[in-house]
């Protein structure tokens, strides 16, 4: 295929939108024609320029070998670093600006393995043809400027439609995650599969067995991110890949009953972590990913509460118990899903904080559903806020989320009953610093009040103590004492 002809405006709009990065641009092009090398701005940015996003990262790619553009980068910028010069990609970075540059390449795979068996290429169309997908397949000749499009991309991009350059079965044959890719672009650009690529993913999706975890992970987590991750959710769902990725989530599609005694936990969990998101609050810009416990925001996109709301009723199906008088029950659901999910993650190489967190909100997320009409004592609304820990502000945003009734009337009755838990949280805050909750005497001081050295009967009084803070707020050191020399006595 040809390169269409584009419209002069279309052009332009991209090209004003990598304004600040022109220069640069300009320059290496400059530099690498003078080697007597093609250079050309490639994939991502290219795509992003026309689409008017932000791209944080400029990617290259060249006529040169490794060892010549090593040459040119050492001159053109403050430090050089390989890559992987077996396949061909050197780093240079000048400033702040960091760049990556392979030469023309035309991979092939084994089908086995991930591990590419490189051979370099000598041409740019050549180079695109062996790319994801045809919105990727875009370059930017440098200095110049030329728009290189044989396969469409921005024709494709126009049309929110996601094709690949080859056949989709020989793109996915090559790299099995570009079908875990094309999720994630749907749901990060709104990007719609074509019918083709779509049977290719359905009819490949084992194939995702040979990739790694790792890489499994963040193509995920980039998914999750998106603007729209339930669309590309549905997408991993109904080609079969999410088995092979969250089986706990197509699991969730129960079989539905004539009588409609339970909901559809897939549908639940989808509407879930949508309104998950719409409770997220403006992204932060500081980059602290460090919570202040007493912070009352969760700047989204937030990964631990997307996770924690697609995965809160993973332990639905193992528990479902059909009951007599045609009831359903899912008893510990929040517990084995808990398990569930912290096994899950792991398995995905999920880094510990991460699997902690989300694992514990599943854990949480039934808690508020014993508060009942604000019959819960002070006691309990401190435990409530001290389980929860830092996670409280997500725990919030989980559990009101996860009403999805539609009865108008009840939901309305548990956001007004969750309003009344929040104020009464607020309240406890405000008068104990319950993100703090101690004891009024640490560990040295238990020992000296009971004269025991260090060992477990420090902790078991400890605890005691925590009990009695829990149970009856603060009371005062003096108070503390007497209390902990009568119970020390009791035991003897």
Not at 437 to 446: T, Y
Request: glycine share 8%; net charge negative.
């Amino acid at each position: 295929m040809s390169t269409p002809a584009i419209p002069p405006e279309v052009l332009r709009a991209a090209v004003a939108h990598l304004a600040p990065v022109i220069p640069l641009l300009t320059e290496l092009g400059e530099a690498f024609a003078k080697g007597g090398h093609e250079l050309a701005l490639v994939g991502g940015p290219v795509r992003d320029a026309f689409l008017a996003r932000a791209s944080g990262d400029l990617d290259f790619t060249t006529s040169a070998a490794p060892e010549e553009t090593e040459r040119i980068l050492h001159v053109w910028g403050d430090a050089t670093w390989d890559m992987g010069r077996e396949f061909g990609t050197i780093g240079a970075r000048r400033g702040e600006t960091i760049v990556e540059v392979t030469t023309y390449r035309a991979d092939a795979y084994d089908g086995r393995t991930r591990k590419p068996v490189v051979a370099f290429g000598d041409n740019l169309r050549d180079d695109l043809v062996r790319r994801d997908f045809t919105v990727n397949a875009m370059a930017l000749r440098l200095p110049d400027l030329e728009l290189v499009d044989p396969h469409g991309g921005l024709l494709d991009l126009a049309a929110q439609r996601l094709r690949t350059p080859s056949t989709p079965d020989v793109s996915f044959t090559d790299d099995p995650l570009r079908m875990m890719r094309a999720a994630r672009f749907v749901a990060q650009l709104g990007l719609v599969p074509a019918p083709d690529v779509t049977a290719a993913m359905t009819e490949s999706a084992a194939t995702l067995d040979i990739v790694s975890a790792e890489r499994i992970r963040d193509e995920l987590v980039k998914l999750v991110l998106g603007e729209d991750p339930v669309a590309g959710l549905r997408v991993l769902v109904g080609t079969g890949l999410a088995d092979h990725v969250l089986p706990e989530l197509p699991a969730l599609r129960l079989e539905v009953d004539e009588h409609h005694r339970h909901k559809d936990v897939y549908e639940h969990s989808l509407t879930v972590l949508q309104q998950a998101i719409d409770l997220e609050d403006a992204a932060r810009t500081d980059g602290d990913a460090q919570r202040d416990p007493q912070e009352t925001s969760v700047p989204g996109p937030d990964l631990v509460l997307r996770l924690a709301a697609l995965l809160h009723d993973i332990g639905k199906p193992r528990t479902r118990r059909f009951e007599d008088g045609g009831g359903v029950s899912f008893h510990h659901h929040d517990v084995v899903g808990a398990k569930m999910t912290a096994k899950r993650l792991k398995a995905l190489r999920f880094d510990k904080e991460t699997t902690k967190q989300v694992a514990r909100l599943v854990e949480l997320h039934l808690r508020f559903h014993g508060y009942r009409d604000g019959q819960w004592t002070d006691s309990a609304v401190r435990r409530y806020v001290t389980d929860a820990g830092p996670l409280l502000q997500r725990l919030h945003r989980l559990t009101r989320a996860d009403c999805t009734t539609r009865n108008q009337r009840k939901a309305n009755r548990l956001a007004r009953a969750y309003d009344d838990l929040e104020e009464r949280i607020e309240r406890l805050l405000e008068q104990e610093e319950l993100e703090a909750v101690r004891p009024e005497l640490d560990g040295n001081q238990i020992g000296e009040v009971l004269g025991i050295p260090p060992g477990p009967q420090i902790g078991q009084a400890y605890r005691y103590l925590l009990q009695v803070r829990l149970d009856e707020g603060p009371i005062g050191t003096e108070a503390a004492t007497d209390r902990l020399r009568a119970w020390w006595a009791e035991r003897g």
